[in-house]
């Protein structure tokens, strides 16, 4: 189930907000059994990123001897002072590659315990089946494409995380450790001020640091102005794409019954149209990148001369050499570089904002959801029970008034009512994974559901069969003799078989190995929804003798959902679901074959 999101809901968090959010994802790996790793991998980084900030200002120093050097043709300081660099640069580069590889070492070991946390989460509690259900919490809405967010969007997080928040720093060390040095390379200058302001001269020191904070300021606001919608579409563009992929994966599940409707043009004009989408978007992005990457590179490039403008006057007047020139505009790249972070990291902050705000509105739902009441209060007991039972729908309508329900060991129960009035739901409520009801339910535990469209996992026939749990349990003669049991004796010899049962076996195929796992594990209680529907009667009375004999040998009760009046004769009690009252009444079996006990527990 997919679902779009608000289109308005990433620009509408504040810088604020998102740094919070950003803080509340970030902090429980910190906090984890991985804290030493994590601090330890953080805390070498921080150190390789001062140690590469040193490194700079030692060549920021060696700028001025070698050119200093060069002017006065001093030979022997020029090749003195070119081993030097040598050195220098072996020491900077091996810094930067340790750097690098603690970087990339902390994103992998965050993202694989991000990842493991979050998919722990949306798997508690059948978190990832009730949040596709409807709303929790305020605003919280249901979550688009779950698994795009936590396969692609925690990735893109953790890399942008540490190489922002690393970047960060490196530019706040660099601007401290180089803002002294040019301050001290720079001189006062008194600038004019016109007679509204009352003329005169304003004395300036240290002009040239003024000229980086204010040349990157002006570029800093420009940047903002320009690249702000990049935030919006960024995430737009994540939500596109991952919507085009979840409709192809939508194709390949339901290939069968869109190659037998002849569907093909139909699906390919929906992901044509989804394809469309996501490059208009795309299209979008580009033009706003572009129109940003005029501006970074024409500011990026003036910076180059820009000191070697400011500074020329006092070159050419013979106040400073050659060798204070060129450290000069060497310390003033290096501030204009730290004050202009943002000009030359904003597509990277565009993406981690868009991000940030689809985990953090994953990360609200499942917050909500694991603060929402958990539905009704399950209880385990020898007897089906409820009591004050109420059951709705996730848009609110009541299906069931308050109820109190009984079933007990031996018997077999029929629920029937029109499509519509909540059989399946009842069922889903006994199971304990609606969340829309309220009450108690006393249930055994020795229990089992056939769900409508039962579930395989791809790999070996004998793990698909003893789902979820692990095949090693079963010997093969049990394996064998419950798919013989179920009607499938041809697939008895197939146990290592590698195969997608979901998509090989046909609907009445993957009903009677439903059935087979049930007969396998042999639980006392069987809830089957629908479980015969697509089996034709002869299949249909072997089976369903074969859950009758099971559930009387194991002492427990067989409770069926079904349309079809064939399945009645296996049952000896009906509650039939009143759609409009909301209620549920007693009837007898009217399939030929007498009622074996009166009704009961109805209210």
Request: proline share 4%; glycine share 8%.
């Amino acid at each position: 189930m997919t679902t779009t999101a608000p289109a308005t809901a990433a620009p509408g968090h504040s810088r604020i907000q998102v740094l919070g959010q950003a803080l509340a994802l970030s902090r429980p790996y910190f906090v984890s059994d991985k804290k030493a790793r994590a601090w330890g991998l953080l805390a070498a980084i921080v150190a390789l990123n001062l140690a590469a900030v040193f490194m700079l200002v030692q060549i920021n120093e060696w700028n001025r001897v070698f050119y200093d050097a060069l002017q006065n043709k001093q030979a022997n300081v020029f090749w003195q002072q070119l081993w030097h660099f040598l050195w220098l640069a072996l020491a900077y580069i091996v810094i930067a590659v340790y750097r690098f590889y603690l970087t990339q070492l902390l994103q992998l070991d965050w993202r694989r315990w991000l990842t493991r946390h979050m998919l722990g989460r949306w798997l508690a509690h059948q978190a990832f089946y009730r949040l596709e259900l409807g709303r929790y919490g305020e605003g919280a809405g249901v979550p688009d494409n779950p698994d795009q967010r936590i396969q692609e969007d925690l990735n893109l997080f953790t890399t942008y995380m540490v190489s922002l928040s690393m970047g960060l720093l490196n530019a706040c060390v660099t601007f401290a450790s180089f803002v002294g040095i040019l301050w001290g390379l720079s001189a006062a200058m008194d600038v004019g001020l016109p007679q509204l302001l009352g003329g005169g001269d304003l004395h300036i020191p240290g002009f040239m640091v003024w000229m980086a904070v204010l040349y990157c300021l002006a570029g800093s606001a420009i940047t903002f102005w320009i690249g702000k919608p990049q935030v919006w579409l960024n995430n737009r563009q994540q939500q596109l794409e991952a919507d085009f992929r979840h409709h192809m994966i939508r194709v390949r599940e339901h290939s069968e019954a869109i190659a037998l409707d002849g569907g093909e043009r139909v699906e390919g004009q929906q992901l044509s149209l989804r394809f469309a989408d996501a490059l208009a978007n795309y299209l979008q992005l580009i033009r706003k990148q572009k129109n940003l990457t005029w501006f970074t590179n024409f500011f990026g490039q003036a910076a180059v001369v820009f000191p070697f403008i400011i500074a020329a006057p006092r070159f050419f007047s013979g106040a400073i050499q050659l060798g204070q020139l060129m450290q000069i505009a060497s310390a003033f790249n290096q501030v204009q570089e730290s004050l202009s972070w943002v000009v030359n990291n904003y597509a990277d902050i565009a993406a981690w904002r868009a991000t940030t705000n689809r985990l953090g509105g994953f990360e609200a739902c499942l917050r909500a959801r694991e603060s929402a009441p958990a539905g009704v209060s399950m209880q385990a007991g020898a007897q089906l029970h409820a009591s004050a039972l109420e059951v709705d729908l996730p848009s609110g309508e009541r299906i069931l008034q308050p109820s109190e329900l009984d079933v007990q060991p031996g018997d077999r129960l029929l629920i029937s009512g029109p499509s519509g009035s909540g059989k399946s739901t009842l069922l889903r409520v006994f199971a304990g994974i609606w969340p829309f009801a309220r009450g108690r339910v006393q249930r055994p535990a020795d229990a089992m559901f056939i769900p409508q469209r039962p579930y395989f996992p791809d790999g070996s026939l004998r793990d698909a069969l003893a789902y979820p749990e692990p095949a090693s349990r079963y010997a093969d003669a049990a394996l064998e003799q419950a798919l013989i049991q179920a009607q499938l004796p041809r697939l008895a010899g197939q146990l290592d078989r590698q195969a997608a049962w979901n998509a090989l076996l046909s609907g009445g195929e993957r009903q009677r190995l439903a059935i087979a796992r049930v007969l396998l594990k042999r639980p006392a209680w069987v809830f089957a929804d629908e479980a015969s529907s697509a089996l034709d009667s002869a299949a249909e009375a072997e089976v369903y003798a074969r859950l009758v004999q099971l559930v009387r040998e194991r002492g427990g009760a067989l409770v069926s959902v079904a349309h079809r009046d064939s399945v009645a004769r296996f049952h000896d009690r009906r509650w039939v679901l009143d759609a409009d009252n909301g209620k549920i009444r007693a009837a007898g079996i009217s399939s030929g074959v007498p009622a074996l006990g009166a009704a009961r527990g109805m209210g």
